[in-house]
C-alpha cells in the first residue's frame, strides 16, 4: 500500500481539472444535429414540455419522502432542447437554516463537483416538495420569478406530492412557470383591482403547467425490466403462473418462496433488524405479506375507513382555514374600500359646499374664492392605496387548487368503494 | 492531498509490514439497497469518460447500531484513473461530494463503494482497503453492476470484503456475497411504476397518467391475474394441470387477507362513507363555482 500524495502523475487528471480554462476549439460539424438548437443562444423559445428522467425522479421522491411532512427543495440539472425542457438529475439543498451565501456556495460546489464527473452542470429551475397541493405560496413565486427574471430563461419548478402519491398510488408530480402577466405585474409590484382586471389576471393564470413526460435511456429500461421480473425467482412459480404483470407481484412471490423455504433463518435475520434503522424495513417477515407490494392505486382504505377518512379530515381542515383566511381578505378589502367611499364623499361635499359658497359670493357680488386644484383636494382627503390584492388572489389560487383536488381524488374513491361493496357481497 | 495513487506493491514491498491494517471488525449481514442507487449507477456509467471502462463511487446509506445490517441510500460519483500497474482515486473530490451530502442528509455515512463491469477490478482490494478506512469501524460494502451484461442481464452483486492470510495486507482481500435486498418505499413505487410505463410504450418516455386512469389500469391488471389464477385453479381441480404447493400456499394467504366484516355493519360503513364523500364532492364543488364567479364579477368591476 503506497499513497503518495506528492506523486501527482496522471495527465487525465490534471487535464479534466483544467477543463474550465482551456477549452477546446468547438468543432461544429461534430455536435449532432438535434443539439444546434442549444449552441443559438440569441433565439427566443418558450417552454412546451418537461422531460424528467428517471433519476432525477427518484432523486426528487426520495428527498421528499425522507422529510416529510416538511416541505424541501431542490435544485434541477439538464438541458432545453428545442422548447423541450430535459430534466437530467437533481440534487438536494440543506434544510437547515443557513445564509443565503451559503446556500449560493452550496450550490455552486455541487454543480462544479457534478460537472466533474459528466452530469449536465446547467440549473434548469428547482423543485419543491408539498402536501396536499397548497404550493401556490408568495416563497415559491418569488424564487420562480427570480429563475424567471432573465428573458428566455427556461426554468421551470416541479411540485412534488409525496402524500398524494402514496395515497393514490400515482405519480403525483408537475411543472410549472410563471405566466408572463404575473412577471410583468411581479415588476411593477402593482397588485390593485384595477390592474389585475386591466392585465387579466387571476389565480388560474398565476401559473402555467407545463406536461410532464418521464424519459429512461436503455440501460435504465434493462434495469426497470430486471426489477419487474428478477431472475432469481423461483422458476416453478413462474411457470405456474405465467405472467403477472403487476410490478412487484414477482417479488411477492419470491418473498413467499423464501418464506416457506428457509422460514426460520429469515426471521432470525430480521430479528436482527435494528428498529431505529428505519421504518420502512418490515419487521417481521410476514409483514411483506400484509403489505400491498403492487403500487397502492387498489388501496381499499382510502376507500371505506383508516387512513383515507384521516386524509379527507386533513383536507377539509386545509380547505376550511383557506375559506377562513379568504373571508379575512374579503374583510380588509371591504373596510378599505368604505373607508376610500367615504373619504370621496367628503370630498366631494367639500367641493360642492366650495362651490355654493362661490355662487352665494358672486350673487353678493363678491370676488369668487379660487377653485380648490385636484392636487390640494388630495392632499386634503388622503385616500389610502389599495392593500395588495396578491395574498387574497394566491389564497384564491390554492383554494382552487386544493377543491379540485379533492374532486379529483373522490372520482376513484368511489369506484373503490363500490369495488368494495361488490367483493363484500360476493364474499358474503 | 487531491489525488490518492495506490500502487499494487511489488513482491519486495508487500515482504515489509505495510502501515495500514484493516480495522473493520464487524461484518454486516443483511444489505438493502434503495433503487435510486443503481439507477445513479447507470447514469454514471452512462456518463463515463472516453476510454474509460469501469466507473467507481462511493456508497452513502445508514447501519443498525451494531452494523449488521446496511440500507443503502445513496451514491456519488468518484473520478478515477486506472493503468497498467496503477488506479487513482480523486480524494479531494469524494471529501467534498460527501461533505456536500452531509449537510443535505446528515445521517447518510459512508458504507461503501460501487463499480460497473463483468469482474472485480485487480485494484478492487486496494479500493477496497481505502473504504474500509473510511467506513471504519464497521466494513465496506462493494456494490458490481455488470454493465457490460455478460450474463444477459445487469448481475447486481453486494459483496464485503474479508482479509485473508496472516498478515493483513491492504492487497489481500477476499470478496464474499452479501446478502441483499431491494427496498421499494411506497413513493418511490409509484415513480417506478411510472417509469415502467414509460419501457412498455416503447417509445423512451411517457406522459403521466391521471388517478382514474391508473385506477382502471390497476383493475384491468387486477382482472387479469384473477383470470389467470382461476384458470390455474379450475385446471388443478380437474386434475388437468399438477398442483403445487408454494402457489397453493401463496393463494390461501391471499384469500386470508380478504377482511370478513358483517354485512349490517358492512353497509352502515358504506352508507356513511359515501355520503361523506358525496358530501365533501358537494362542497368543494360549490367552493369552487364561488370562486369562479367571484373571479367573473372581479372582471367586470
Redesign the interface.
Known amino acids: 500500500m503506497s499513497a503518495d500524495p506528492t506523486k501527482q502523475t496522471a495527465k487525465p487528471m490534471t487535464a479534466l481539472l483544467n477543463a474550465d480554462t482551456e477549452l477546446p476549439p468547438i468543432d461544429v460539424s461534430a455536435i449532432p444535429k438535434q443539439l444546434l438548437p442549444v449552441l443559438d443562444i440569441e433565439k427566443s423559445t418558450t417552454v412546451t414540455r418537461v422531460k424528467v428522467d428517471v433519476l432525477a425522479i427518484l432523486k426528487i421522491v426520495k428527498h421528499s419522502r425522507e422529510f416529510y411532512p416538511t416541505s424541501v427543495n431542490g435544485q434541477l440539472l439538464g438541458l432545453e432542447v428545442d422548447g423541450v425542457l430535459e430534466v437530467t438529475n437533481a440534487f438536494a439543498v440543506p434544510t437547515q437554516p443557513g445564509s443565503e451565501e451559503d446556500m449560493t456556495n452550496y450550490q455552486v460546489e455541487m454543480i462544479q463537483c457534478l460537472r466533474e464527473v459528466n452530469v449536465d452542470s446547467s440549473s434548469v429551475g428547482w423543485y419543491q416538495s408539498t402536501r396536499l397541493g397548497d404550493f401556490m405560496q408568495q416563497p415559491l413565486l418569488d424564487v420562480q420569478a427570480s429563475y424567471q427574471a432573465s428573458p428566455n430563461n427556461p426554468s421551470v419548478v416541479l411540485i412534488h406530492d409525496t402524500a398524494k402519491s402514496e395515497q393514490s398510488g400515482n405519480l403525483s408530480l408537475r411543472a410549472f412557470r410563471l405566466s408572463p402577466v404575473y412577471l410583468e405585474l411581479a415588476k411593477s409590484g402593482k397588485f390593485t383591482t384595477k390592474e389585475l382586471a386591466g392585465k387579466g389576471l387571476t389565480y388560474g393564470n398565476v401559473l402555467e403547467e407545463l406536461p410532464i413526460e418521464i424519459e429512461s435511456s436503455s440501460l435504465a429500461d434493462v434495469l426497470l425490466r430486471e426489477l419487474q421480473w428478477p431472475a432469481s425467482c423461483e422458476q416453478e412459480l413462474l411457470e405456474s403462473l405465467q405472467r403477472p404483470s403487476s410490478f412487484n407481484a414477482k417479488l411477492r412471490a419470491k418473498k413467499l418462496a423464501d418464506r416457506s423455504a428457509v422460514a426460520d433463518d429469515t426471521e432470525a435475520a430480521t430479528d436482527a433488524l435494528d428498529d431505529g434503522l428505519s421504518g420502512l424495513l418490515p419487521t417481521r417477515p410476514t409483514a411483506y405479506l400484509a403489505r400491498p407490494m403492487c403500487t397502492n392505486a387498489l388501496d381499499m382504505g382510502q376507500g371505506l375507513t383508516g387512513g383515507g377518512a384521516g386524509s379527507l379530515l386533513r383536507q377539509m381542515e386545509a380547505i376550511g382555514e383557506l375559506i377562513d383566511d379568504h373571508i379575512h381578505d374579503a374583510n380588509q378589502w371591504m373596510y378599505w374600500k368604505r373607508g376610500e367611499a367615504k373619504e370621496l364623499n367628503r370630498r366631494q361635499q367639500y367641493v360642492q359646499r366650495k362651490a355654493l359658497g362661490n355662487a352665494a359670493r358672486v350673487a353678493r357680488g363678491e370676488n369668487a374664492e379660487p377653485e380648490p386644484t385636484e392636487k390640494e383636494l388630495d392632499r386634503m382627503f388622503k385616500v389610502l392605496p389599495e392593500p395588495s390584492r396578491l395574498d387574497a388572489l394566491l389564497n384564491t389560487g390554492n383554494l382552487n387548487l386544493l377543491t379540485k383536488g379533492v374532486t379529483q381524488s373522490r372520482g376513484p374513491a368511489l369506484a373503490k368503494m363500490f369495488m368494495a361493496q361488490g367483493l363484500h357481497e360476493a364474499s358474503a | ?7 499494487l ?1 511489488t513482491l519486495a ?1 508487500s515482504l515489509v509490514k ?3 491494517t484493516t480495522t473493520a471488525t464487524t461484518t454486516a ?2 444489505c ?1 439497497i ?3 442507487v ?3 449507477i ?8 472516453d476510454n474509460q471502462e469501469r466507473v467507481i463511487g462511493t456508497l452513502l446509506g ?5 452494523g ?2 446496511i ?1 443503502i ?2 451514491c456519488f ?3 478515477h ?1 486506472e493503468t497498467e500497474d ?1 488506479v ?1 482515486l ?1 480524494i479531494k ?1 469524494h471529501r ?2 460527501f461533505a ?1 451530502h452531509k ?3 446528515a445521517r447518510e455515512q459512508i458504507v461503501g463503494w460501487y463499480a460497473t463491469g463483468s469482474s472485480l477490478s485487480k485494484y478492487a482490494a ?1 479500493i477496497q ?1 481505502f473504504y474500509s478506512r473510511e467506513a471504519a469501524p464497521f466494513s465496506a460494502v462493494h456494490l458490481v453492476v455488470d ?1 457490460d ?1 455478460s450474463d444477459g ?2 448481475g447486481i452483486k453486494c459483496l464485503q470484503g474479508s482479509p485473508v492470510g496472516a498478515g493483513a ?3 489481500n482481500c477476499l470478496f464474499l456475497p452479501l446478502p441483499y435486498e ?18 412498455e410504450s416503447g417509445e ?9 386512469e ?2 382502471e ?3 384491468a ?2 382482472h ?2 384473477l383470470e ?2 382461476t384458470t ?1 385453479v379450475q385446471n388443478v381441480c380437474t386434475g388437468r ?1 399438477k398442483a ?1 404447493n ?2 397453493g ?2 393463494l390461501m ?1 391471499m384469500l386470508a ?2 377482511p ?2 358483517d ?1 349490517e355493519q ?1 353497509s352502515r ?2 352508507q356513511t ?2 355520503q ?2 358525496l358530501m ?2 358537494y362542497l ?2 360549490l ?2 363555482a364561488q ?1 369562479n364567479i ?2 367573473r364579477l ?2 367586470i ?1
Open positions: 492531498m487531491s489525488t490518492l495513487n495506490l500502487n506493491p514491498s505495510s502501515g495500514a449481514q443483511q438493502y434503495h433503487p435510486v443503481l439507477f445513479s447507470l447514469d454514471h456509467f452512462l456518463r463515463r469518460n445508514v447501519r443498525s447500531d451494531d449488521r445490517v440500507e441510500r445513496n460519483s468518484v473520478l484513473f496503477e487513482e480523486d473530490h467534498a461530494m456536500l449537510r443535505a442528509s486496494l482497503d454493465t451484461m442481464q445487469l495486507h491492504p492487497e431491494l427496498q421499494y418505499p411506497d413513493a418511490e413505487l409509484t415513480a417506478l411504476q411510472a417509469a415502467a410505463d414509460t419501457t423512451g418516455f411517457s406522459a403521466l397518467v391521471s388517478d382514474m391508473q385506477l389500469k390497476s383493475i391488471e387486477l387479469g391475474m389467470r389464477v390455474y394441470s403445487n408454494v402457489v400456499k401463496y394467504d387477507v380478504v370478513t366484516i354485512t358492512f360503513l358504506f362513507h359515501l361523506d364523500v365533501v364532492a368543494t364543488n367552493t369552487r370562486l367571484a373571479d372581479q372582471r368591476v
